[in-house]
């Protein structure tokens, strides 16, 4: 779905339910797609996504005439996301932290990681069936690394800035994406499917 998809605006200027349903439609896709490659789970997404329409029907006076509102609610379907990691997936950080620790390396020890661009990695993910492929493999990926990945790769958000959101060290963020593309295109080899442009 197009962050940019128009949006209808009522003559009125009066929000009406059927004003809001074509909003809904408009975005639901983008919405949910996001909530779900960050959770794992279609039916936690799903929550997600009703609980980022119901922020949006409180701001939908601004946001029906407004050009940025797909980046809006997408902004919020990720924070929306990444609380609910943070509330329901305390054992996960606890392990992640735990194990990023417990060599006791700092940061200055672990060795620099640098990856190509999301374009390189992901060209062709705008292809539907390979999105298809690609959002079921997210889904078969630890949280600890599919959270970090798609962050990184699906919502432009740089290492440091996901570093600061997931509270763990910046060589860990760098290190997790860079195990979790390698996972990700060994479960994409195993399901037969054609990912050359995933291997970069």
């Known amino acids: 779905m197009n962050d940019d998809t128009p949006v209808q605006t009522p003559p009125s200027g009066l929000i009406t339910p059927l ?83 417990s060599d006791g390396a700092d940061d200055a020890d672990q060795p620099e990681v640098e990856f190509a661009a999301p374009d390189t990695f992901f060209a062709g993910v705008d292809s539907a069936e390979r999105r298809a492929w690609v959002e079921q493999a997210l ?10 990945l798609v962050l990184y790769h699906f919502e432009d958000m740089p290492y440091d800035e996901i570093a600061n959101r997931l509270r763990v060290s910046l060589a860990k963020v760098k290190t997790d994406i860079l195990r979790a593309r390698a996972a990700l295109a060994t479960i994409l080899a195993r399901s037969g499917t054609a990912h050359e442009k995933f291997t970069a």
């Not at 960050?38 to 799903?46: D, H």
């Not at 409180?58 to 005439?65: G, S």
């Not at 889904?139 to 970090?148: S, W």
Request: glycine residues 4%; hydrophobic residues 35%; without cysteine.
């Open 19 to 101: 004003d809001f349903t074509t909003f809904m439609r408009n975005y639901q896709d983008m919405v949910f797609s996001t909530a779900s490659r960050l959770v794992g789970n279609e039916a936690q997404a799903e929550d997600i996504s009703q609980e980022v329409f119901l922020k949006a029907y409180e701001h939908f006076d601004q946001l029906q005439a407004s050009p940025s509102a797909g980046g809006w609610l997408k902004t919020v379907a990720t924070n929306l996301s990444l609380n609910h990691l943070s509330r329901y997936r305390n054992r996960w950080r606890f392990f992640s932290e735990f194990r990023a620790g």
């Open 139 to 148: 889904e078969q990926l630890p949280e600890h690394q599919r959270v970090p």
